[in-house]
């Protein structure tokens, strides 16, 4: 009876293939810088050494020669700089472009949108996001990128997906700008409570990781006011009980006062904008703890170049009526002490330039440390996520080097020199 045993020789080979795998694997990485904020203590940490092993951070040491590296480390030195923990950005659209406003998106295939996802994964990456959420995203361009990512085959951050955003029909989730004859809907819309949990369901089942939902309508639909509610408190509960079922958060695009409060009461972790909220909504954020993702910044970017790309004149008047309404309310909403966490809203303005958000934050009152952290630390927190937001022992090797004190100057964050993600170097410096 003939057996197909492995010769000897091959079995060898197999395993000498293997153990150099491991040690591959295996393989320590030491990073070395002149600072290192600590987000949580917020206080820089001198001289560091991070030991990192298999993509996550081993030890933290401020002693130079402390750490217990194994023969053969791979050493990232970064004099003169400082390190920050990765940056993470909770409201991003990576198959969105700005430059392509109203309806000059209809000149191109459904798939142009895949492609485009790609290089602005790689633009947010190297502007030092080591972590996003996409609320929001056509033909699950976000999963499937996601996993792209994961798998080595394209550069970019890690991806939390939402995959489609929904609401009920006609409402800023929809698709609103076609005549009945076209027949135009989106294929999550939710009208009932019922409708809403099967939507999270199948969201789930194809991947999503959060759930996006639109409590009120917005800005860039046609339509629809930022102010009105659109979907009611009985079926934000019923996307919040699902999901929490499933054990997935909830994020609500909401701008109107009323939405905003009924997705709070409803349990949503996540008020994605937030521009028109209110005295009650602010008193009812501290009460449950929810989170604010107030996209500060693209107002200006929209104001400059939105004719010029396309957007309808409706769209900009809502724009320009939202913008400095929302940007008052951050400052009150962080004044009486609410929960803020770093959402841009990217791909209404042009991916890469995330972090030019920080500085508008500190204008609206924020220390530069404040801003940093709702990037950072209370990113992490607002996912309940404990491998991100932080350079500490257990987490990703996620973060950036800066030359200089991003503290006193935040802007620095806007270009960082160099980004490291799960202890690779992935933009700037080489390992020495």
């Known amino acids: 009876m003939n057996r197909l045993y492995p010769s000897t020789a091959a079995l060898c080979l197999a395993l000498a293939g293997l153990s150099a795998t491991w040690a591959a694997q295996a393989a320590d990485v030491l990073i070395t810088a002149d600072r290192l904020l600590d987000v949580r203590a917020g206080r820089m940490i001198p001289n560091p050494e991070i030991l990192v092993r298999d993509g996550r951070v081993v030890s933290v040491n401020s002693k130079a020669g402390a750490a217990q590296a194994a023969e053969g480390v791979t050493r990232i030195a970064l004099p003169g700089m400082t390190l920050v923990p990765g940056l993470i950005d909770m409201h991003v659209h990576l198959d969105s472009d700005p430059t392509y406003g109203g309806y000059k998106y209809l000149e191109y ?7 485009l996802s790609v290089v602005h994964a ?3 990456l190297d502007a030092g996001f080591t972590t996003v959420r ?20 394209v550069r970019g951050p890690r991806i939390i997906p939402a995959g489609w955003s929904f609401g009920p029909t006609g409402s800023h989730c929809d698709s609103t700008y076609f005549p009945p004859s076209m027949d135009q809907k989106k294929p999550y819309n939710a009208d009932n409570p019922d409708e809403v949990r099967k939507s999270v369901r199948s969201l789930r089942k194809y991947g999503a990781q959060v759930i996006k939902v639109c409590a009120t309508g ?11 509610q659109q979907m009611s408190l009985a079926e934000l509960r019923a996307a919040v009980e699902e ?48 989170w604010l993702s107030m996209d500060i910044y693209n107002g200006d970017y929209t104001a400059a170049e939105g ?26 909403a962080h004044a009486a002490g609410v929960k803020m966490v770093f959402g841009t809203d990217a791909g209404v303005h042009p991916h890469g330039g995330n972090g030019k958000q920080f500085a508008v934050m500190v204008k609206y009152g924020m220390t530069p440390l404040q801003a940093i952290q709702s990037a950072t630390i209370n990113a992490a927190e607002a996912l309940a996520r404990k491998d991100l937001g932080v350079i500490e022992a257990g987490r990703y090797a996620d973060m950036v080097a800066v030359a200089g004190d991003p503290t006193a100057d935040v802007r620095l964050l806007e270009a960082p020199a160099v980004v490291i993600k799960g202890g690779e170097v992935v933009k700037g410096g080489a390992p020495r």
């Open 109 to 115: 295939n459904d798939r142009f949108w895949s492609a």
């Open 122 to 124: 790689g633009r947010t």
């Open 243 to 290: 999901a929490q079922q499933w054990g997935l958060r909830v994020a609500a695009h909401a701008h109107g006062a009323a939405g905003i409060k009924d997705a709070i009461r409803a349990g949503v972790n996540t008020i994605e904008h937030a521009s028109l909220i209110d005295d009650e909504g602010i008193a009812l954020a501290k009460k449950h703890g929810a």
């Open 134 to 153: 996409n609320l929001g995203a056509e033909d699950w361009n976000d999963v499937g990128l996601g996993q792209a990512i994961e798998a080595g085959k």
């Open 307 to 332: 004719k010029k790309n396309g957007v309808l004149e409706d769209n900009l008047r809502k724009d320009r009526e939202v913008t400095e309404i929302q940007r008052q309310n951050f400052k009150r």
């Open 218 to 228: 917005g800005v860039f639909s046609r339509n629809t006011e930022p102010g009105q």
